[in-house]
């Protein structure tokens, strides 16, 4: 008997070929479910960061309020009639903020509300804002320790270890007092206490108390002529003592300048501001003046009359949880400094006075690098203000701080035969980096690590970047320093050995 053929294993194979493709799309949503999330992760991460750098900056002017030293400079802080006002844009490391503040006069007592808002653009979530409001009061820094607040409470000055003298040991000074060479000497009383004296009359300035230390914080202030540098003294804020010395002429570049020498004492716990002041008029800054901060070879020059000193910190609940606002974020606070027993606060805390009321970062810029070396190891004996710290200065690089360690590539321009500072204009980068640039040197922020990609200096007036225009770079994870060269002309660049 003849049966007709059968075909099987047709619908088996139908069925794997359904399988499979039921499979590759299940494992094509759960990668694009994984890509998602990973991406909604990042972007968390980065809406996170962007609101505690926002934060910070409510805080950093509200502190700047509050660290007014003159009840002029507190009186100046006028009424906005129920509106923000006065906003000025922060580039920071997160995004680029709007920052503004609203002010009123408020009675019995007397003191001022402030609000300080910041706002920015996060690219998914939109414009984002965060406000911080506080109350300020005016008490004279050398009147008592405690600035009295409207509800009752009383907030302790920073730098509560120590106190201002009230005992004076004429020409009798203590025989085992060490001279500090600036006018000063230290002295340990009977009581543990650190005494910082005045060597002319011996009147007791500063008292630390002994479970705190004597911090130092000291520099040089260059002063622009014509300007006197007689007329001009440094100053800091809350309980602290500042001393000064003789100025000495210093010719740079064909600019002549007056430098002097200053001193501030401090305890252990202060923060605040360190500022340069005008002694021969009322305390405020003159009319024709300017003062510059910062390093124009990182980049950080900025025009200001003080150099802000401030840690940061979280505080604890009963239960150890850390205080948050009304969104969860954690509230960093002001924190101080912390040294051993005097302790001289490192880096370079200089300040230079240009005669230019309206000078900004640019001017500011080129005065300070007057005289420095076309090209050659940069070194803070040649360079005038090499590693010069900035308008802002961390405390607390342990805990939290502005700009925590990003990773960079930095660099500084050497130039060789007609070529000087401002040959070049700009550098470019590939994706994932942030860059700034002046007249000597340039500084690119990496967005992640590792990094590849290339920078491009644009050189002005037929210049020659002697290497190359474009440099590459390979996986880049750790911050790195680069010298470039520039020449007017191929012949006049330096050779390589």
Not at 100 to 105: F, P, R, V
Not at 312 to 334: C, K, L, M, Y
Request: proline share 4%; net charge negative; glycine share 10%.
């Amino acid at each position: 008997m003849n049966r007709p053929l059968q075909v099987t294993g047709g619908r088996s194979r139908g069925f794997v070929l359904l399988e499979a493709l039921v499979a590759a799309l299940i494992f094509a949503l759960g990668v694009l479910a994984l890509t998602r999330f990973h991406g909604q992760l990042i972007h968390s991460g980065g809406l996170s960061k962007a609101r505690n750098e926002a934060v910070l900056l409510a805080q950093q002017q509200v502190e700047t309020f509050r660290n007014a030293m003159k009840e002029a400079d507190y009186q100046a802080l006028n009424d906005t009639g129920g509106v923000f006002t006065t906003a000025n844009s922060v580039v920071g490391d997160h995004s680029v903020y709007l920052r503004s503040w609203m002010i009123t006069d408020l009675t019995a007592p007397a003191r001022k509300a402030v609000t300080v808002r910041v706002q920015w653009t996060d690219p998914r979530e939109g414009a984002q804002t965060h406000e911080l409001a506080s109350v300020l009061v005016w008490r004279s820094p050398a009147q008592g320790l405690l600035a009295a607040m409207p509800a009752g409470e009383s907030i302790p000055l920073p730098g509560q270890g120590a106190r201002f003298g009230n005992s004076d040991y004429g020409d009798s000074p203590p025989d085992d007092r060490t001279d500090n060479g600036d006018g000063t000497s230290r002295h340990e009383n009977d009581a543990g206490e650190i005494e910082l004296i005045e060597n002319v009359s011996g009147k007791v300035k500063l008292v630390i108390a002994p479970e705190h230390e004597l911090v130092v914080i000291g520099g040089s202030v260059y002063v622009q002529s014509p300007q006197n540098a007689e007329h001009f003294a440094v100053a800091a804020t809350g309980i602290s003592h500042c001393v000064r010395g003789s100025p000495e002429a210093v010719q740079r570049g064909g600019r002549r300048f007056e430098a002097f020498e200053y001193t501030c004492y401090v305890a252990s716990g202060w923060y605040g501001t360190v500022s340069v002041l005008d002694v021969s008029r009322t305390g405020a800054l003159h009319a024709t003046s300017s003062v510059c901060l910062g390093d124009p070879y990182a980049l950080t020059v900025t025009a200001g009359r003080s150099r802000d000193y401030r840690g940061f910190q979280t505080r604890q609940h009963a239960d150890g949880s850390p205080v948050e606002d009304d969104e969860g974020n954690v509230i960093w606070f002001s924190a101080g400094v912390s040294g051993r027993r005097l302790a001289r606060l490192a880096g370079r805390h200089d300040f230079l006075v240009v005669a230019n009321r309206n000078a900004g970062d640019g001017d500011c810029t080129d005065l300070m690098l007057t005289g420095d070396p076309e090209f050659g190891p940069l070194n803070a004996e040649e360079y005038f203000f090499y590693t010069n710290l900035p308008a802002s200065v961390c405390l607390t690089g342990d805990t939290y701080c502005p700009d925590e360690q990003p990773t960079v590539i930095a660099g500084r321009f050497d130039f060789y035969g007609g070529a000087d500072f401002g040959d070049v204009s700009d550098v470019l980068a590939t994706a994932g980096v942030e860059c700034s640039a002046n007249a000597a040197a340039y500084r690119c922020r990496l967005e992640e690590t590792p990094w590849s990609g290339q920078l491009h200096f644009v050189t002005s007036r037929r210049r020659v970047a002697c290497t190359t225009e474009t440099v590459s770079f390979e996986a880049i994870s750790d911050s790195e320093t680069y010298h470039h060269a520039v020449a007017d002309e191929v012949g006049a660049c330096p050779v390589s050995n």
